[in-house]
């Protein structure tokens, strides 16, 4: 059985079809083999009702409520981040999933964090480009083409290694909001397959 912990910031839509994921004995891909040991959050936020509902060990470790001496930006990133994954204890995984703060991934830990983001990256990608921004700007673009991309975090927004995408027809689907569905329908898809094919590299 591998451990993984989630990282959220927002409604918490993906930790529940993940959980969903580990936990339905019929469908669940990961059942059986990925479990979900914490929820890290950066901030209050609906994904911490989610982990409740899953009976899922949560922890939140804000900004605001965190300090380090001397404080750089440097140093306190490399602190907040640090004490964020040591709440999780020993896991085999970080898994992102809506979280919004960019991580110090120290050598350590790189290769350890995945993402899942809503666009065809290197597309539509980086500061800035999170939730409804991305479809916008994909509509906007005239691209016909749009999707997911799950991916190995580091240090840049949105840049790690690229491991699975899912792409999605943009000319059938007439408004941002449509295309934002089809895209998240895609992700609920696309994640849990990654997370477990990533681990199962990973740890062979
Ligand atoms: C996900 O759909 C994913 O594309 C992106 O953030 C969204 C989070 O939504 N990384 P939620 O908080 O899981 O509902």
New binding site residues.
Partial sequence: MYNISVM?????????SLAYHCYDETDGIMNGMVSITSVLADRD???LKIAEKWGIPKFVLKKSDFDVCPRTPETFKYAWSESLFEMAGDVDLFV????LSLLHVTPEREGKIL????SLLPKYGGKGY??RHVHEAVKASGDNVSG?TVHVVDNEYDHGTIIAQETVDVNSLETVEHLEAS??WA?RMLYPRAILNFLQKQYK
């Fill in positions: 959220v910031s927002g409604a918490g839509s993906t930790l529940d936020c609906g994904a992102q999933a809506g979280f993402n899942i983001h809503p999170y939730g997911c895209v998240k992700e």
